[in-house]
């Protein structure tokens, strides 16, 4: 895929699936039995680091150079 530029609507299906698949990070809070912890994977649900708190897991999100993605 170019990097410089990217057309959306005519992205194939490959090329949308690893649509910021190097950069982009996500936090999952997960329920333990001794309390909240907070994971940080990749785009493709590699586990890069778990943390004790949410501000925490920003910082290992900046440690790993991702960028937070948040679902609704």
């Known amino acids: 895929m170019n990097d410089e530029f990217f057309d ?3 992205m194939s299906a490959e090329d ?5 698949v ?19 994977t990749t785009a493709t649900g590699q586990l890069v680091a778990e943390a004790e708190d949410y501000d925490a897991a920003c ?3 900046e440690h790993f150079d ?7």
């Open 8 to 10: 959306l609507k005519n």
């Open 16 to 20: 949308f699936a690893d649509l910021g």
């Open 22 to 40: 190097e950069t982009v990070g996500y936090i999952k809070p997960v329920s333990m039995p001794e309390g909240i912890r907070f994971r940080i």
């Open 59 to 61: 910082m290992a999100l």
């Open 66 to 72: 991702l960028e937070a993605a948040t679902l609704h």
